[in-house]
């Protein structure tokens, strides 16, 4: 076990999250979030990294036509893309640099796949879908997508530390992606030995650590954890010898628990269980261009945290 996976990581950092694989649409991938250790750091309640893994011929990304409440998804590419459909009758590939956000509210089924013109020759996958939960006044707002191209997102760079704001707030500046409360998602890719400040604004904080490694007051974390750290600490994460990309995100605390099951979100059980009725039911809007297949509700319980979940809040 490395250092940074027990008790001699500085007082800074309160938990170091490991993720854990697991298969979606034949591809795999490790989610960070929710964990034993921690639900959600400010509203994000699920993170994966997908890949990076790559796609013979002829094959693809295939999730099929699925629901989700209560929740926005953010899908963000580092390689390949996405052909995303949702309920709404959007249609739209999404590329490295994109932001695809889709506010799920009182309910919304999507599908991503790899488009078909891309399956004629070998094609890469590599990014991150991170789940935000919504606060309990706006559960059950109208669904929505928006989708930013990656030019009209907010970029900074200083030196060896480039930043491209993905959404919310920090370090002066502020992305066009609507949310729906305080919070912040960065993109960061460091050269040897450069830093970036955490913004101290936001009361919860987190580090993901893509590729190489990073160095927190002096103690180094390598590639695949996340990082939670205290509120009200001003720090820095300074990049190893080999540099680093990583995803920091955060927020305000969410106004309680989630419960969890499956691709549900919700402050209540009672939530949960009408919307498994309904997506049993088909009371689920179609996804045009894809309405001939879709993954049925899970019907048997597993551990909290996972997909699905039981139906309880995770810790």
């Given amino acids: 076990m490395s250092p940074q996976d027990t008790a001699q990581s500085p ?4 938990t170091v999250l490991l993720p854990r694989a697991h298969d979606v649409g034949g591809f795999e991938v490790r989610r960070a979030l929710p964990a034993q250790q921690r639900q959600m750091v400010g509203p994000f309640i699920f993170f994966d990294q997908m890949g ?20 926005a998804t953010v899908t963000y590419l580092f390689a390949g893309e996405i052909l995303h459909r949702d309920s709404l009758g959007s249609d739209q590939p999404i590329r490295p640099g994109d932001v695809n956000w889709m506010t799920a509210g009182r309910g919304i089924a999507h599908s991503e796949r790899t488009d ?14 991170s789940w935000v939960a919504l606060p309990k006044a706006q559960e059950e707002t109208a669904p929505a997508f928006v989708h930013h191209p990656a030019a009209t997102l907010p970029a900074e760079q200083d030196g060896g530390m480039r930043l491209r704001l993905i959404a919310g707030t920090g370090w002066g500046l502020a992305s066009p992606v609507a949310t729906a409360s305080p919070l912040f998602y960065a993109d960061v890719a460091l050269s040897a030995g450069a830093r970036v400040p955490l913004p101290d604004d936001h009361e919860e904080r987190g580090a993901y650590i893509v590729e190489g490694s990073v160095a927190v007051a002096g103690t180094p974390f390598e590639a695949g954890r996340m ?3 205290r509120s009200g600490d001003s720090l820095a994460l300074q990049a190893g010898p080999q540099g680093a990309r990583l995803l920091l995100l955060g927020g305000a605390a969410m106004d309680g628990p989630r419960f969890i099951f499956w691709n549900f979100v919700a402050s209540s059980h009672e ?11 088909g009371r689920f809007g179609k996804v045009p261009g894809d309405e001939q297949a879709f993954i049925p509700l899970p019907e048997l319980h597993v551990p909290a945290g996972s997909r699905p979940g039981d139906g309880s809040p995770t810790r």
């Fill in 116 to 129: 078909p013109a891309l399956r004629v020759h070998a094609n890469r996958l590599f990014g991150i879908q």
């Fill in 52 to 71: 990076p893994g790559e796609f013979l011929t002829g094959h693809g990304l295939d999730v099929r036509p699925h629901p989700h409440i209560g929740l």
């Fill in 227 to 229: 990082l939670v750290f």
């Fill in 11 to 14: 007082p800074a950092v309160e």
């Fill in 271 to 281: 939530r949960i269980e009408q919307a498994k009725a309904d997506w049993k039911a």
